[in-house]
Nanobody, 120 residues
Framework: QVQLVESGGGLVQAGGSLRLSCAASGSIFSIGAMGWYRQAPGKQREWVAAITSRGDTNYADSVKDRFTISRDNAKNTVYLQMNSLKPEDTAVYYC??????????????WGQGTQVTVSS
């Protein structure tokens, strides 16, 4: 099993910044792609950003040029630096990762979520 634990959420004023962290732990053989999703009340969960094991990144248009995803493979951690935050960024942010606990089996894991609230 692999556990993803998120931290760094909170309340911030519009235009401010937050840095989210997600640390993976457990019987990890390797971690593949990692990403961030978010879900606002009454809305479907949407993809925000992704990063491959090699460090290639991709972003949703709504956060491009404002958010930066990165990872530290030695720490099994993925980050989301969020700048120029807007009220519409308010949501619960979830970490997601593909991970192997052995040579063959790949499973997808979710973190518990961390609340980000941006005041107007």
């Amino acid at each position: 099993q692999v556990q993803l634990v998120e931290s760094g959420g909170g309340l911030v004023q519009a235009g401010g910044s937050l840095r989210l962290s997600c640390a993976a732990s457990g019987s990890i053989f390797s971690i593949g792609a990692m990403g961030w999703y978010r879900q606002a009340p009454g809305k479907q969960r949407e993809w925000v950003a992704a990063i491959t094991s090699r460090g290639d990144t991709n972003y949703a248009d709504s956060v491009k040029d404002r958010f930066t995803i990165s990872r530290d493979n030695a720490k099994n951690t993925v980050y989301l630096q969020m700048n120029s935050l807007k009220p519409e960024d308010t949501a619960v942010y979830y970490c997601n990762a593909d991970a192997k606990t052995g040579w063959l089996r790949t499973d997808n894991y979710w973190g518990q979520g961390t609340q980000v609230t941006v005041s107007s």
